[in-house]
């Protein structure tokens, strides 16, 4: 592929809410279980999907049945919809998955995008626990009566999370991206529970956590496999591949 091509996204959705929550294939995959775990807890539905011309795709299956690599879930009634994308996103890639996610979001009036994301470096003895990094619009709307929800302190965002996150601050929807350090372990479990932790706690969706560990059991052996190509990926562009530094 000519890496001066960027891949195209495009967006299908049928039931369009206020909140979009996104959870993609990242290091540790705490993310992307959290989103997973958030379809089933909130039995939401398949209700759109993305497709991408210009990646190498790869196409998911369970019990000989294939599925959609990046599904979007909601339900007639609730005002969210939750991205679980499976397909690992370049840093070559990322300004144009930014793209097609804001401008869905403000052709479908989206008020919010919340991205649930992993940090990949080792916590110190306090850091096991969720931060935010928000647009202040967000901070103000959701966070300000939340003052135990800690900050993360300092640092960049990268990748496909600053994309969306610059995009917000020029003026686009605005964007959180929820976060907790995370292990190579995939999935952690740990650091998705931390992160269903603070998104119950914005939003008050009285999640029942407990049966995680079984849901992490049936996903682990796609999930391993889908984390050793991340590790792969991740060792290929070292320099250019990490979320923060």
Do not use: W
Not at 13 to 30: F, S
């Amino acid at each position: 592929m000519d890496s001066q091509q960027p891949p195209s996204f495009d967006v299908r959705l049928d039931n369009p809410t206020e909140t979009l929550v996104i959870g993609t294939a990242e290091y540790g995959l705490a993310g992307l279980t959290a989103a997973d775990y958030l379809t089933t807890a909130l039995e939401l539905q398949e209700a759109g999907h993305i497709t991408v011309d210009g990646l190498p795709a790869i196409t998911p299956f369970e019990n000989g049945t294939p599925r959609r690599h990046t599904r979007l879930f909601s339900r007639s009634d609730t005002d969210m919809t939750v991205l679980v994308g499976e397909l690992p996103i370049p840093p070559f890639a990322a300004a144009s998955f930014a793209d097609a996610i804001a401008s869905h979001g403000e052709e479908y009036g989206t008020k919010e995008i919340v991205i649930l994301s992993g940090v990949p470096f080792p916590p110190g003895p306090d850091d096991h626990r969720p931060f935010y990094v928000a647009t202040e619009e967000y901070q103000a709307d959701r966070l300000s009566d939340l003052e135990d929800v800690a900050p993360m302190a300092g640092g960049f965002l990268e990748g496909f999370n600053a994309e969306l996150m610059e995009r917000a601050l020029g003026g686009s929807v605005p964007v959180c991206v929820l976060t907790t350090p995370v292990h190579a372990l995939a999935p952690d479990i740990e650091a998705a529970l931390r992160i269903l932790e603070i998104t119950d706690r914005i939003y008050g969706l009285d999640l029942d956590t407990e049966p995680l560990e079984t849901f992490a059991e049936n996903l682990s052996q796609q999930y391993e496999k889908l984390a050793a190509r991340l590790e792969t990926e991740r060792k290929e562009h070292i320099a250019d591949d990490r979320t923060y530094m």
